[in-house]
């Protein structure tokens, strides 16, 4: 029989708050994710019509955008990375650094270059990690044990599609959050649980 909530006290679930976003390309944001979507599909469906009968058929897998939130910060400047990475996807703005209208007309943002700016996009969701007990419950503990990667989903081709760098309220005293969406052509996932690595 599965564990449960009420059988096993050793049964974890997942935590929706526990979770790492990493970009190979986009420097060290990890700590400035706020809230992340994991990835999902679609199966498009074809029928096939006989008579008074219909028959559907699985169509074509379509992986939907993933939406991540960042906290905007002066150090490191989050707002200035996804403005670099749309520098660096191809975009040139009309008379930025020199270029003239003609040249920044001409240059466009590639696939290649969005997806080289980005780099490779994981998701890791955690497990709880804490301290192991040696003898009576509560008498002694030994060395905190790590926390693991219980769960990641590594984003293939990924590229921002998105970026919105938030609001400004002279009301509010909330911090400021970049929205992006990431687009992907497909996504791969990771159940072997193993350690968070360190440094």
Not at 145 to 154: D, H, K, L, P
Not at 161 to 168: C, H, K, P, Q, R
Request: net charge negative.
């Amino acid at each position: 029989m599965a564990p449960t909530f009420f059988s096993d006290s050793n049964f974890q679930p997942k935590r929706q708050f526990r979770f790492m976003v990493s970009f190979t390309e986009l420097g060290n944001l990890t700590y400035m994710v706020s809230k992340a979507a994991k990835p999902a599909y679609k199966i498009g469906t074809k029928a096939h019509q006989l008579m008074n009968h219909q028959f559907k058929f699985p169509g074509i897998v379509k992986w939907d955008p993933v939406t991540i939130d960042f906290v905007d910060a002066v150090d490191p400047n989050v707002g200035t990375t996804f403005y670099a990475a749309l520098l660096n996807a191809g975009y040139v703005a009309p008379g930025q650094g020199g270029v003239s209208v003609q040249d920044a007309i001409t240059t466009g943002v590639t696939k290649a270059g969005s997806v080289a700016a980005v780099g490779e996009v994981r998701i890791k969701q955690l497990d709880g990690g804490g301290i192991t007990m040696i003898g009576d419950p509560g008498l002694v503990a030994g060395p905190p044990a790590g926390t693991n990667i219980v769960e990641e989903w590594t984003l293939k081709n990924a590229w921002i599609s998105e970026v919105n760098w938030g609001a400004l309220n002279y009301a509010e005293d909330g911090l400021v959050t970049i929205t992006t969406k990431i687009e992907y052509d497909w996504a791969v996932y990771n159940n072997e649980v193993r350690p968070v690595p360190t440094g």
